[in-house]
């Protein structure tokens, strides 16, 4: 039953660290999406991909990249950490994109200090 | 104007009471729609989906207004740990939105 699963839980890092965001999952979903969400604010998308080896751009996508070399794992890269990208971060996966809901790691809690 | 707005709350209600939410979507030709509950710095859940017909499950019930182009999730006799927020979701199209969310605080 572990779902969609995301690693670190919680992170720091100094302003101009680079780091990955784990997300893996083990429902076999073709669809995965990274989301972030700042203090009382909704979801924003950052990045998707419907498939291992496609990946798409959301909503906010700069400053950020992904890959998608296998069906169970979607990891998201800082580059170059800004105190803007402070937020809690989301990983969800859904079997596709019609009609099926997407189901949501525990999130991963990131400060850039 | 945003594809899903909701009304951010919060609603203040006493255990016991029932409550609506309503939420609209703006594209008509959205086709799947849910509603999410999020606790306060946790992952968004399922709570349940919404089909065209209206759906119930247990003191929550969920109904579809395509003229009007609106969801309602509404919940009977409420109760302390139903103290949350809850997200609106419309899905067209290969896109999902997610609306910003209602706050509900039920109080003893």
Known sequence: NAGVTQTPKFRILKIGQSMTLQCTQDMNHNYMYWYRQDPGMGLKLIYYSVGAGITDKGEVP??????RSTTEDFP???????????SVYFCASSYSDRGQPQHFGDGTRLSIL | RKEVEQDPGPFNVPEGA?????????????QSFFWYRQDCRKEPK??????????EDGRFTAQLNRASQYISL?????????????????SYSFKTIFGAGTRLFVKA
């Open chain 2, 74 to 90: 509404l919940i009977r006799d409420s109760k302390l740990s139903d103290s949350a927020t809850y997200l609106c979701v419309v």
């Open chain 1, 62 to 67: 700069n400053g950020y990249n992904v890959s």
């Open chain 2, 18 to 30: 029932t409550v609506a939410f309503n939420c609209t979507y703006s594209n008509s030709a959205s």
């Open chain 2, 46 to 55: 399922l709570l349940m989906s919404v089909y065209s017909s209206g759906n």
């Open chain 1, 76 to 86: 998201l890269r800082l580059e170059l950490a800004a105190p803007s990208q402070t």
